[in-house]
T-cell receptor, first 113, second 110 residues
């Protein structure tokens, strides 16, 4: 197992376009999280899944954002009609309930021009 | 919501020096993690430590939950220790949502 994997690592898109990011968690982990990090700040919680169920969404997650985790395996985060304010690092993490904390992927850096 | 404050915000060391990073939090926590964010942006899990002391090589961490703080010690620092160190807490009955501090930017010079 190579840890949490995110794809792509970098994405540059024009304002108004849709983008989709993928996260593959550590295989036995049943929880998966999305965080967003802007320059000079710590990551902020966006949403999390336990197996395939999305159990909480932050107020930061506007209607333009949607996340899925079909079959409780990988997850996708889609941003529709991107805005310049969406430029950030999007981090995925996974964990096993009750164990050892969250493990993060390398992140996807989004730049909206 | 809970506030997490880290100090110092920036720290510059010469290789071989020791350092202590501090994390204060404003309310009781269920658990706490320390991370190192490397220059490529990845968050590396250092410690998962609700209370007590843990050690891993040159790094150790102590959390005193009753006094609402945690400390990260780095001994004999190396240039590869450079990066941002984050403290993050699980609070409010949550064991899934992390609240992060703003981090400490550590620069270790050769």
């Amino acid at each position: 197992d190579t840890g949490v994997s995110q794809d792509p690592r970098h994405k540059i898109t024009k304002r108004g376009q849709n983008v989709t990011f993928r996260c593959d968690p550590i295989s036995e982990h049943n929880r998966l999280y999305w965080y967003r990090q802007t320059l000079g700040q710590g990551p902020e919680f966006l949403t999390y899944f336990q197996n395939e169920a999305q159990l909480e969404k932050s107020r930061l997650l506007s209607d333009r954002f949607s996340a899925e985790r079909p079959k409780g395996s990988f997850s996708t985060l889609e941003i529709q009609r991107t805005e310049q304010g969406d430029s950030a690092m999007y981090l995925c993490a996974s964990s096993l309930v009750g164990e050892t904390g969250a493990f993060f992927g390398q992140g996807t850096r989004l730049t909206v021009v | 919501g809970i506030q997490v404050e880290q100090s110092p915000p920036d720290l510059i060391l010469q290789e071989g020096a020791n350092s202590t990073l501090r994390c204060n939090f404003s309310d009781s926590v269920n658990n706490l993690q320390w991370f190192h964010q490397n220059p490529w942006g990845q968050l590396i899990n250092l410690f998962y430590i609700p209370s007590g002391t843990k050690q891993n090589g040159r790094l150790s961490a102590t959390t005193v939950a009753t006094e609402r703080y945690s400390l990260l010690y780095i001994s004999s620092s190396q240039t590869t220790d450079s990066g941002v160190y984050f403290c993050a807490v699980y609070s409010g009955g949550s064991n899934y949502k992390l609240t992060f501090g703003k981090g400490t930017l550590l620069t270790v010079n050769p």
